[in-house]
């Protein structure tokens, strides 16, 4: 995926060390903080839109977290890992969560987070870490983990990951997936019709590069096109994500393969043809009460 916008675009040997992981982690802080400009220009809408009561989830993330009862009715505490600018964060509070904390790894992102909580009186917690270091005062607080819309890629190791969601939910609490799916990431973006990208595969697929589709956060001023920082992601398989929760000691209650689209991942690609593929998965999974 995204092999188009980029000439830097590069296959990647899997991370399997700690110290892989952690170097593409910091690697993508940086491409984040540049990313994070998008989200710093929309705070002015993303105000307009918290104020207004209003929430950002996608139509399959309420439908899942609904099977659970209105979020008022269970949710006292939210944690949102990879919480970008805070927007959706602050919908779980518009949506009934009784409290949200967000935690991402950008300190920009984490910079406008705490803005549009300034800007709205919305109150929420923000902490800036690597998921994979969620500071333990935060175990066994959450009745929801959520996370999703272009998160899990981000992330080079998803037992660790799982391991972390685990430690953060209450015995009884869920952790709320939906992500692109990862059929997506085997096809080309610039074609109208469904055709494999050169090199890639569903399995322990890896990629980088450089810089940021126009259709999310586009040419970022001062930062010439090649200049931006390496960024690494990783194709995770629904399978992988699923089995490192139950690793984790999760049980799953939801798993779901889905033609919506959070954002436009193949432009190019017909209705038609969009039709033909999952174009995002969910799964919801429940930490045992003992
Ligand atoms: C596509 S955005 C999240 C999607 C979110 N739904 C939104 O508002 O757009 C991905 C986020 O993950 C964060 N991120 C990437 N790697 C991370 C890591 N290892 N730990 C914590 N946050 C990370 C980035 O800083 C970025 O804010």
Redesign the pocket.
Known sequence: MDQMHDDGFRIEPVATTADDVARR?DA??AA?NE??IA?HAELDAAREFIAAGRS?LHPVERRNLERHGPLASWCRRAIH?????G??TLSLRNEGAHEVIG????DR?IDAARELSRLTGVDATWYC????NTPGELDGSADLVYT????LC??QDIAGWASVVARLLKPGGVVSVYDGHPIQWLLRDDTPTLEFGAGASYFSYAVSDKGWPEEYIGRIDGIDAGDESRKYERNWTVAEVVQALIDAGLCVEILGEHPEDFWDALPHLSPAERERIPNTFSVCARKPLR
Not at 81 to 85: F, P, V
Not at 129 to 132: A, Y
């Open positions: 982690h993508n802080r984040w990313g994070a989200y950002n890992l990879q919480c970008a600018g927007r959706d935690v991402d790894i950008s992102m870490c690597d998921v994979l999703g819309r272009g998160a981000w992330i």
